[in-house]
C-alpha cells in the first residue's frame, strides 16, 4: 500500500512538471517576423537628407557664375575728366616741333624714370600746363566728386615739386628769392587742399583751392 501511494506521487509529479515545461514556451510572446526590406527603409529613415548640401552648392554655383559674368563684363574705367580734359586739350600725335607736350596722360612712372629730365622752359610749361588743369577741378569740386579731386591734386603734386626746383634755373637771380617764397607758399596750399578733399570737408576744400590757383597764378608770373 506505501509502495502504490509513492509510485502515485511520483507519477502526478512528473505531470505537473512536464505540463509546466509544455505551457511554458506557449506563454511567452512571439515575435512577428520582419519584412525584408524593414532594415533598409530604417536605414534610410535614420540617415538625414541632404538637402542642406544641396543648397550650399546650388548658392556657391550661383555666386561663382555670378563672380565670372561680372569680371567678363568689366571694362578698364574711365580717366578722371581732369585728365581727359586736359590730354584732349592738345593732340598728342599732331603736336608740332615747337609746341609743349601733354605730360600726364600716359604714365607718371615713365615720365620721372625712363624719360629725360626737362629743361628749366619745359619745367615752366609744365607748371602753366597743371594751372590750367586745376581750373577744370572746379566742376568736380562742386559735384563732390572726391576721388577723381585726389587722384589729380596728387599726380599733379608730385609733378610740381620736380618742376619748381628745374624751373628756378630760368629765373632771374634778383627775383630768386620771391620766386622760393611763392613757391613754398604753393607747395603749402596744395599739402592743405589735398588734406581737406581726402577728410573731406566742404568749405576748407574750396577755400583752399581758391588759394592753390592764386599761388599758381603767383608762381607762373615768374615765367612771363
Known sequence: MATLAKH?????SST????SSSSSPSQRPR???LPPDATGSDNHAAAPPPQSATR???VAASTALAATAALSARRPAAPP???AAEAAAVPVPATPPGSVPRWGTRSYVRERF???GLTAEEAAARIRQTAEGMRTLRPMLETMSWKYVLFYVRLKSKYL?????TAMAGVPEARRPDYVRAANELV???TEFDRFVRTPKVYESYLYYEKALKSLDDVTEFFA
Open 188 to 190: 603749402d596750399n596744395m
Open 114 to 116: 625712363f624719360e629725360k
Open 8 to 12: 502515485l506521487i511520483l507519477c502526478s
Open 31 to 33: 515575435r512577428r517576423p
Open 16 to 19: 505537473s512538471s512536464s505540463a
Open 56 to 58: 550650399r552648392m546650388a
Open 161 to 165: 615739386d620736380l618742376d619748381l626746383t
Open 81 to 83: 575728366p581732369a585728365l
